[in-house]
């Protein structure tokens, strides 16, 4: 069982087994178990998208995956914004990834977020952002 305790355990997985499988299953089902059961700790994921490691920056943009309604959109949509002019392959298709995700839950406010940052997302992040939408609802 993963707590707030298990962060410092977590960021040295994510350094030391740096690669898009596994960080991406620590991200998903490791650190967003944390922050989903202990959102107090969630200002951590605020650090995380900053950080000098590409891995734990991913880790922050992936954190919600399995989160559905329950995404803070916000923090989500503020953590595109930050990464996106990255030209890292991995940070652009997390950011599509994660958008993506969201967009099962919000496709409008997905389209909607593309469509206002269009010209600064990577073709690769709007592609994967907009994957699973209906073609009459893309944009």
């Known amino acids: 069982y993963f707590t707030p305790a298990s962060i410092p355990f977590i960021q040295k997985w994510v350094t030391t087994?740096?690669?898009?499988?596994?960080?991406?299953?620590?991200?998903?089902?490791?650190?967003?178990?944390v922050f989903f059961d202990y959102p107090e700790t969630a200002t951590i994921m605020d650090e995380w998208i900053d950080h000098e490691n590409?891995?734990?920056?991913?880790?922050?943009?992936?954190?919600?995956?399995?989160?559905?309604?329950?995404?803070?959109?916000?923090?989500?949509?503020?953590?595109?914004?930050?990464?996106?002019?990255?030209?890292?392959?991995?940070?652009?298709k997390a950011i599509g990834w994660a958008l993506r995700q969201y967009s099962y839950v919000d496709a409008t406010a997905v389209i909607q977020f593309v469509k206002t940052y269009e010209s600064d997302l990577s073709t690769l992040s709007k592609t994967e952002a907009l994957k699973a939408l209906k073609r009459e609802e893309k944009i």
């Open 17 to 33: 087994k740096s690669w898009w499988d596994t960080v991406d299953a620590i991200a998903s089902h490791f650190a967003g178990v």
């Open 54 to 92: 590409m891995w734990i920056r991913r880790t922050a943009i992936l954190h919600q995956l399995n989160f559905k309604d329950r995404t803070d959109s916000d923090r989500l949509f503020h953590y595109c914004k930050k990464r996106m002019d990255e030209p890292d392959f991995f940070i652009r």
